[in-house]
């Protein structure tokens, strides 16, 4: 079993890197396994396809953002109000563009593609359900009471993240589209 799931991630690793380098999911079932090593018949007895492959990559860098969060749970809160707070939220959810290119990817076949939609769901429900708490401390830590429900006012918050980390490209400044995106979106969903 060890060999196994050590098998499996060395070929995540290997797509990540591949896709790091090309900036592109396109990458064949070949390079994969040359990259890591490893036969098609690795590859297969593995994944069942290039997309499981990737979303067990996006699955993995969502478990990394929920065990950050949880790891910062313990973290004091920092003074300064919301900006403060905003600065912190921005600390700890990187702007992992490979990851939101992942969620776009899926996003998009989605749309035409009920089990993805489904498991894409399932996914997005679980980063929520990990960062609502933080979003209600980050809130409640400066001083302000959200005015929506805080499910929602999350989701708007990663909606506001998502959009800003994939628009960063087309700024001089991506770090501070981020901060200001987020910003305003806490802002409007707070008094």
């Keep these: 079993m060890r060999k196994r799931a050590n098998t499996r991630g060395r070929l995540i690793d290997a797509a990540a890197s591949l896709f790091a380098e090309t900036g592109t999911t396109r990458v064949s ?3 994969i396994c040359a990259r890591a090593g490893y036969t098609r018949g690795a ?3 593995n994944f069942s396809s290039i997309d499981a492959l990737l979303f067990a990559l996006y699955e993995r860098k969502t478990e990394e953002l929920l065990e950050t969060l949880a790891a910062s749970s313990s973290d004091p809160a920092p003074a300064g109000g919301i900006e403060a707070e905003v600065a912190r939220f921005l600390e700890i959810i990187p702007a992992d563009v ?3 290119v992942l ?14 939609a ?14 609502t708490p933080f979003v209600v401390d980050m809130v ?13 006012a999350t989701r708007v918050i990663i909606a506001a ?3 800003a980390v994939l628009q960063g490209a087309l700024v001089d400044d991506p770090t501070r589209l981020r901060s200001d995106t987020v910003l305003a979106a806490v802002r409007g969903l707070t008094e």
């Design 29 to 31: 079932i070949d390079e």
């Design 140 to 152: 409640c830590s400066a001083g302000l009471r959200l005015v929506v429900d805080e499910e929602e």
């Design 43 to 45: 590859f297969y007895s």
């Design 103 to 116: 969620r776009s990817t899926f996003g998009a076949r989605a749309q035409h593609d009920g089990t993805v």
């Design 118 to 131: 489904a498991a894409l769901r399932a996914h997005g429900e679980e980063l929520r359900r990990g960062l």
């Design 98 to 100: 490979q990851w939101y």
């Design 161 to 163: 993240h998502v959009g």
